[in-house]
């Protein structure tokens, strides 16, 4: 199988911005260990900018857009070394892939980006995606990783994305007000009712929220990719979702 998986921000990183070392080592072997089992895995992954803002010592996400190219600048490298150290353990090669807008849009650069993908994948390479926020302007962002995770999932001809969040899922309310709040299970398709569903962010550090996951959904599964909604901080779930289990919200694929 060739498995999507994106990592926000509040996956990765405590509250202050410091990496969250027990997370990220467990994703890392659970996804070592998928790798080890045959599967192909591309990992999109936030927290460039979190973990800038983290090492830069700054109390909050930076807000102007050079704020934020300085943070992701300092913060990517960051991350990518955290990633290097932790796949080696398991043996496995990690590849940065900077990508903006225009890598899907454009035809000659997305059949360029495809090449490079699909070659990494071939030399079982796994390949670390973030948006190249230093120099992504506002007209040339993607704007969040759950968008740009499906947009990556739809090039990789994938046949699953998981969106890795801070929440179990979608509910059928805001669970954080709503006690009667109740997990959906799967989405066989999308509905404007389902659409409806999204607030906005959830976290100080990240972007996204479920509008951005809706989004990712109609995209992935246009593409005819099923997508999952679950929570990152047990990625041991990984296994029981990639075998199909019902963890998270699944969201089915058109046919
Ligand atoms: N590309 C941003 C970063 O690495 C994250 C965008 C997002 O979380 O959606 O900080």
Do not use: W
């Not at 990556?152 to 969106?163: C, I, N, P, Q």
């Amino acid at each position: 199988m060739r498995i999507v998986v994106k990592v926000g921000t509040s996956t990765l990183a405590h509250g202050t911005g410091l990496i969250n070392i027990r997370q990220v080592e467990h994703l890392c072997k659970v996804l070592s260990d998928l790798k080890n089992a045959g599967h192909q895995v591309i990992l999109v992954s936030s927290g460039a900018i979190g973990m800038g803002a983290g090492k830069l010592g700054l109390t909050e996400r930076p807000r102007d857009v050079a704020g934020k190219q300085a943070a992701a600048a300092v913060g990517q490298c960051e991350l990518m070394y955290t990633y290097d150290r932790l796949f080696l353990k398991y043996s496995h090669v990690v590849a940065q892939l900077l990508l903006t807008a225009d890598d899907f849009t454009h035809p000659d650069r997305r059949a360029n980006l495809e090449q490079a993908l699909f070659r990494l994948l071939e030399l079982r390479a796994l390949p670390v995606i973030n948006e190249n926020d230093t120099v992504a302007t506002e007209e040339l962002s993607v704007g969040d990783n759950d968008t740009l995770s499906a947009y990556v999932a739809a090039a990789a001809r994938a046949d699953l994305l998981v969106l890795l969040s801070d929440i179990d899922g979608l509910y059928t309310a805001d669970p954080h007000v709503d006690p009667n709040a109740e997990l959906i299970h799967t989405i066989p398709a999308l509905t404007d009712e389902i659409l409806a569903m999204a607030g906005g962010s959830g976290s100080a550090l990240g972007t996204g929220g479920m509008a951005t996951k809706l989004r990712a959904a109609q995209i992935a599964t246009q593409a005819g990719i099923d997508m999952v909604i679950a929570n990152g901080a047990r990625p041991e779930t990984l296994y029981d979702i990639v075998e199909g289990k019902e963890i998270g919200t699944r969201f089915l694929k058109e046919e």
